[in-house]
């Protein structure tokens, strides 16, 4: 089912919206949950908000659901989720789409959440960064990372070369069809788009700075089982080239030795510098760069939820497939919330009757 499938979602974007009048209380929209974050975690704790007939909204300060699965690798392929092999990330987010939405939840893209208040009467008040009013009986926090920015490497001017060979994501693999490809990284992404794209691009080369990888144990025995040239303790030392990048000078950080090697693109997978943003204003309890959450996935906010990479308690584990799980139990005690008499657990799915 396509997201904008006429009558049957309303979208919002910031930049479309009708003019505002005065609104009496009793006119006033109240929605039961307010879901902040559009990635897997919020779609799968809309499904649930359907399940127990809460009326849901998911708002998103980026253009398209999907979260990052959507706007930094919707090509690349997620091994540990339950059900699927391997799953392209547009398509697991294509999927969670269609389950999500399936009951009716209104979409607002666009619109990044800048406040975050708790009325007298309890109804908790948000407001984005053009000044659009949203109202909710509960709110959950799915905004994985907050926001992200790729981090770069330490050489004066690589900016000259984003968009002429240098790449922080990988969004189309047919730009790597036939070319030489250099990846830097060693951890999940890089492992990953390694194998990958060995079978797209003319030859990969991998380097990494240390000889210990990030990534799952069974995705470095397949990296070094394959036809991608890893190259261990190696790091960029200059990327050459007219208009675009030709070669690179890698080195190696125990010996010093240099050679440059033919390039076509480069790939740069160090990870993300992560920001709460205005989330940090909120009043939450924080802890480093995360809410800290109950076994319900409570913050110290009254009616207030986070669920996914946004969260932290004891042992948590940063994957989708733990953070369905946290979405679901957030759902289903915000119902409570609302509705002191109604139950936590609501049965499972498969029950008849």
């Not at 396509?2 to 009496?24: D, E, F, I, M, W």
């Not at 799968?44 to 398209?64: K, T, V």
């Not at 920015?149 to 790597?176: A, C, M, N, Q």
């Not at 119902?335 to 002191?340: C, G, L, N």
Request: include cysteine.
């Amino acid at each position: 089912m396509s997201p904008h499938q006429p009558g049957r979602l309303r979208y919002t974007s910031a930049g479309n919206r009708p003019p505002a009048r005065a609104r009496s209380v009793s006119e006033e929209k109240i929605t039961d949950i307010t879901i902040i974050g559009g990635g897997p975690i919020g779609l799968f704790a809309a499904f649930y908000a359907g399940m127990r007939q809460m009326s849901c909204q998911i708002i998103d300060g980026l253009e398209e659901l999907g979260g990052q699965l959507t706007a930094l690798y919707p090509e690349k392929y997620i091994y540990d989720m339950p059900g699927f092999p391997k799953v392209k990330a547009k398509d697991l987010v294509s999927a969670q789409v269609e389950q999500g939405l399936q009951h009716g939840a209104e979409i607002v893209l666009g619109q990044k959440i800048m406040h975050l208040q708790q009325r007298e009467d309890g109804i908790w008040r948000l407001e984005s960064e053009r000044g659009t009013e949203h109202l909710a009986r509960t709110v959950l926090i799915t905004a994985g990372a907050g926001s992200f920015s790729p981090r770069k490497l330490p050489i004066e001017g690589t900016e000259r070369w984003e968009g002429h060979g240098l790449h922080y994501f990988v969004k189309d693999t047919e730009v790597f069809r036939g070319r030489r490809v250099l990846i830097v990284g060693g951890g999940d992404s890089a492992v990953d788009w390694s194998l990958h794209l060995e079978h797209v691009a003319s030859h990969v080369t991998l380097i990494h700075r240390r000889d210990k990888f990030r990534a799952h144990e069974e995705s470095v025995r397949q990296l070094m089982s394959c036809g991608v040239e890893v190259e261990l303790f190696w790091e960029v030392g200059e990327i050459l080239g007219e208009t675009h990048i030709d070669e690179v000078e890698i080195y190696n950080n125990r010996t010093n030795e240099r050679h440059r090697i033919a390039v076509n693109e480069l790939i740069l997978s160090l990870g993300f510098h992560a920001d709460l943003g205005p989330i940090k204003t909120w009043g939450l309890d924080l802890q480093g760069g995360s809410i800290k959450v109950n076994s319900r996935m409570e913050t110290n906010l009254p009616g207030v939820y986070a669920a996914g990479d946004i969260v932290t308690y004891d042992g948590k584990l940063k994957l989708i497939a733990t953070g369905v799980g946290e979405a679901a139990i957030a759902a289903n005690y915000a119902k409570t919330y609302i509705d002191p008499h109604s139950r936590a657990f609501p049965g499972h799915s498969s029950d008849q009757g």
